[in-house]
């Protein structure tokens, strides 16, 4: 079946496909936006994210909650959970992981606007909120407000 969209060049989609080791090895790919010149905002939510405690090795768990305007690319998404479940086995603060997805993000897609919020279940009793974007948000152009609540569980 054809939507139209220009898949050619995709590795994973569609095939069975070996989990990274490592973000460095993980794949993004990217398919054209098929709304080009159309502002809008594309989110994709992560509610059980996992990275390792580079000091102790232990999980830290994350809600992350990420949004971009798009320009001429969308992540795709398969290529997306592949990159974050990437993190499972890697050890980095909380700071250094939300900001270098989003970082990654950016770099492959250039989109007009990008921003991602890393929460942060309590590690010794205390979340961190980690918060990362490229600008103000495009005039126009809905922005709902991430509303993952401050810690009092999390759920």
């Known amino acids: 079946m054809s939507f139209g969209h220009d898949v050619s060049g995709l590795t994973m989609l569609g095939q069975n496909t070996r989990q990274p080791a490592s973000p460095e090895e993980a794949v993004l790919e990217r398919v054209p936006n098929p709304n080009p010149g159309t502002r809008y905002c594309v989110r994709f ?69 990008f921003r991602i919020g890393g929460y942060w279940y309590p590690r010794g009793g205390i979340p961190i909120d980690v918060f990362w974007q490229t600008g103000n948000a495009p005039e126009g152009v809905w922005i709902p407000p991430q509303d993952v609540p401050n810690y009092r569980g999390r759920g």
């Not at 102790?56 to 992350?64: I, K, M, R, S, V």
């Open 45 to 113: 939510t992560a509610p059980e994210f996992t990275s390792l405690c580079p000091m102790t090795g232990q999980p830290d768990f994350a809600h992350l909650v990420i949004d971009y305007v798009p320009g001429d690319w969308l992540v795709e998404s398969k290529s997306l959970k592949l990159f974050l479940t990437s993190f499972r086995n890697h050890g980095a603060f909380h700071e250094a992981c939300t900001v270098n997805i989003g970082q990654r993000l950016v770099e492959t897609l250039s989109p007009v606007w």
